[in-house]
């Protein structure tokens, strides 16, 4: 079962400009990640928020949480072709376990 | 650190074949590993869960007689698609956790088998 909604579905910018990208989860969670994923590799681990966190920064992301509206959004600010991908976010719902459920996904396409 | 190898990369196998794929956390020990399918253009879907040294947690909906997982050491688990249909051909990612013994509940990832049944 998948825990989340991601949109939008697909996003196609200029290269220099922010992608934002929305994730909408159902349950109450312990911590919400996003992943970029190139076309048919593995998952890379871009951030990890937890749920007592509204906000947090590494590098061009910057990735916000909405508890009250089980909500977070992925800032990705100064685009390059490089960030073309799919981006999941995904929730974990407990503190001992690291059991995750990944959304739907938002593929990025950046323009030269 | 916290490399996590699977093997193969792809595989071809003919319908009503089993195949073996192998997850193997490189530089850690991995208390859980977990299996997930990814179809084309769609997200990863959690197919089970296994803890090393017990039996796997399948998630609703996945057969646990077709897809065997075999955890027998904190470094190795295995996805074995027993008697495979062309319906499933699909990415299969592992990734491996070293959890509370490890000091991290953070889950690495494997880059993925692409098996197709013909």
């Known amino acids: 079962s998948q825990q989340g909604e991601e949109d939008p579905q697909a996003l196609s910018i200029q290269e220099g400009e922010n992608a934002t990208m929305n994730c909408s989860y159902k349950?109450?969670?312990?911590?919400l990640q996003w992943y970029r994923q190139n076309s048919g590799r593995g998952l890379v681990h871009l951030i990890l928020i937890r749920s007592n966190e509204r906000e947090k920064h590494s590098g061009r992301l910057r990735v916000t949480l909405d508890t009250s509206k089980k909500s977070s959004s992925l800032l990705i600010t100064a685009s390059r072709a490089a960030d073309t991908a799919s981006y999941f976010c995904a929730t974990g719902r407990y503190s001992s376990a690291s059991k995750i459920i990944f959304g739907s996904g938002t593929r990025l396409s950046i323009r030269p | 650190g916290a490399v996590v190898s699977q093997h193969p990369s792809w595989v071809i196998c003919k319908s009503g074949t089993s195949v073996k794929i192998e997850c193997r956390s490189l530089?850690?020990?991995?208390?859980?590993m977990f299996w997930y399918r990814q179809f084309p253009k769609q997200s990863l879907m959690l197919m089970a869960t296994s803890n090393e040294g017990s039996k796997a947690t399948y998630e609703q909906g996945v057969e646990k007689d077709k897809f065997l997982i075999n955890h027998a050491s904190l470094t190795l688990s295995t996805l074995t698609v027993t008697s495979a249909h062309p319906e499933d051909s699909s990415f299969y990612i592992c990734s491996a956790s070293p959890g509370a013994r490890g000091g991290s509940y953070e889950q690495y990832f494997g880059p993925g088998t692409r098996l197709t049944v013909t």
């Open positions: 530089d850690f020990q991995a208390t859980t």
């Open positions: 349950t109450s969670i312990n911590n």
